[in-house]
């Protein structure tokens, strides 16, 4: 079952880096002076009190765990490459979910951290170098311009795509509409509009790449437009790529908003009860050796 929170205390989480540290003795350290525990649904996941401060822990601090919360840790397991595969991180800055692939990987295959902002790449790689990892490709581009055409990506299995959003699953998104100068009900819709006409683009480009077996989009907003309606708009186009929605953590409660069927495919997390309002679709192909398109 999973563990119910308090909606003022929610637990922090620390992700165990396993690329340099294993689950066991990141637990024993931090216990020491901490109360920690395994993560009922991630491996690599352990749960702290609500309110602990580990910034500046040394485990932190030399990579060995990093401060992820839980919604953004389902991320990179829900997409779950295999150890050798070629995957791509579509908006990777500032890489939490590329060092995570790379751990699950356990060092094997070929990542490529894809990011538009020139200014973001620095965070970027800073993240990677923290991580111990050695097979991620920095790419400093629009994944929109990628050619899935050119051979680099003919091998790609999988792509990761957190895309911009409005990020109004998160703590700070969420405090901002308190502030007098945001009127209650006064979302930006055209930023919104925007975002998701992005995100559609960004999903629908994903279909496109020949060798591809698995497709994770994620976001960190709770706005149904950028959510299930993204997914919905697209679901015509993946059928005819021959992929279809999968489930990724069937255990898990909260699924997507019973906006179509199939919904209950999707993966939400609330901000009130997991910390961080996060969302998750998983598309796999049907059959991989048989749906090969020209
Ligand atoms: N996945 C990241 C993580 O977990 O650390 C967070 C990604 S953040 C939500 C989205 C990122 O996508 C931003 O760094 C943004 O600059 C980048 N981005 C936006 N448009 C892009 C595009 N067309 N191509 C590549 N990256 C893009």
């Known amino acids: 079952a999973l563990q119910e929170v308090p909606d003022v205390s929610v637990p922090r989480n620390v992700r165990v880096n396993t690329l340099k540290m294993d689950v066991d003795s990141a637990l024993v350290e931090l216990q020491k002076k901490y109360s920690v525990q395994k993560d009922d649904l991630l491996p690599d996941l352990l749960v702290l009190p609500p309110g602990t401060d580990l910034h500046d822990h040394p485990l932190v601090k030399n990579g060995s765990i990093f401060l992820q919360g ?4 389902m991320v990179a397991p829900a997409l779950s490459p295999e150890p050798g595969w070629e995957v791509l991180d579509a908006c990777a800055a500032p890489g939490n979910k590329t060092v995570h692939l790379a751990a699950l990987m356990k060092r094997k295959g070929r990542i ?31 994944f929109l311009n990628i050619n899935p055409k050119d051979p680099s990506y003919s091998k790609l299995k999988a792509i990761l795509l957190d895309p911009s959003c409005s990020g109004s699953g998160t703590a700070a998104s969420r405090l901002d509409h308190l502030l007098p100068s945001k009127a209650a009900g006064d979302i930006d819709t055209e930023r919104l509009n925007k975002l998701a006409a992005f995100q559609r683009k960004a999903l629908q480009h994903a279909f ?9 989009y994620s976001t960190c907003s709770i706005n149904q437009i950028e959510n299930e309606d993204v997914v919905k708009s697209l679901l015509p186009i993946a059928e005819s790529y021959g992929f279809q929605l999968a489930k990724p953590f069937p255990e898990w409660q909260c699924r997507g908003l019973p906006v179509f069927e199939g919904s209950e495919n999707l993966v939400r997390t609330d901000p009130a009860k997991h910390g961080e309002g996060f969302f998750i679709a998983l598309f796999v192909k049907k059959d991989a050796n048989l749906s090969a398109r020209s």
């Open 112 to 142: 490529i951290a894809c990011e538009l902002k020139k200014e973001r790449i620095k965070r970027l790689n800073d993240t990677i170098k923290l991580s111990g990892a050695s097979n991620i490709q920095v790419l400093n581009e629009d």
């Open 70 to 73: 839980k919604a953004s840790s």
């Open 208 to 216: 496109l790449f020949p060798a591809l077996e698995r497709i994770v």
